[in-house]
């Protein structure tokens, strides 16, 4: 482009300048080499999508197993208190929730918070789900904040919380010294476990049960 009164042959007039009309062409062309063209935008759009896909279930895998490696430690530090409790009492911390509850035939988590709460109060020294141990009572157990629901630390303990957002189970049913009649639990001592979220009834063959975290 070039400012000039003069109209050349491969020009035009336009407000004092001439244009030349082939290097306007070629400067068209570069400009359009360089866009995306819409299929290469959606295969870059599907890229994306897989990759994020990618990340989002490996995350969520990581998190999983995190989850049941933590609800197995709290599992078997539970079991180890229990032991403890037993040795100084004689007997396992049982009830009348305890005693009724059976892990072979109940498989919704809900129904496991009595005889969670009975755990935590019987491990921890409180009564009612209190936050403060009883005053004189031994602690079995000091549970972290993660483990109680409701999280909310100034309300009363409801049941004990695995990393899955449920209650745990604990089942004494078939101890003969706390159930002088007991029906056939998992363990002869106690039954102490997390469905890991999978509350459904299970098929034939059994397919839930075999993925809960437990002390049998």
């Not at 079991?79 to 409790?85: F, G, H, M, T």
């Not at 020294?125 to 005053?135: F, I, K, L, Q």
């Amino acid at each position: 482009m070039t400012n000039s009164k003069e109209v050349g042959p491969a020009g035009i007039r336009y407000s004092g300048f001439v244009v030349n009309s082939a290097f306007d062409i070629r400067c068209s062309t570069l400009r359009a080499a360089r866009a995306f063209t819409l299929i290469e935008l959606v295969v870059v759009v599907g890229i994306i999508t897989v990759l994020a896909g990618l990340v989002l279930s490996t995350v969520g895998y990581a998190r999983k197993k995190a989850a049941i490696a933590r609800a197995q430690n709290e599992i078997a530090v539970m079991s180890a208190a229990c032991e403890n409790y037993k040795a100084d009492n004689g007997i396992y911390p049982a009830n009348s929730d305890t005693n009724t509850l059976n892990a072979q035939t109940s498989f919704n988590p809900s129904a496991y918070q009595a005889a969670s709460l009975y755990l935590y109060n019987a491990l921890f020294g409180a009564t009612a789900g209190s936050r403060t141990p009883n005053t004189g009572a031994r602690s079995y157990f000091v549970f972290k904040p993660n483990m109680l629901f409701p999280a909310d630390q100034t309300q009363t303990v409801q049941y004990i919380q695995d990393p899955f957002g449920n209650s745990y189970g604990y089942s004494t049913i078939d101890n003969p010294v706390a159930n002088p009649s007991p029906t056939p639990g998992y363990n002869p001592t106690f039954d102490l476990w997390s469905t890991t979220g999978l509350s459904a009834n299970p098929g034939n063959p059994d397919t839930i049960t075999p993925q809960w975290i437990k002390n049998w």
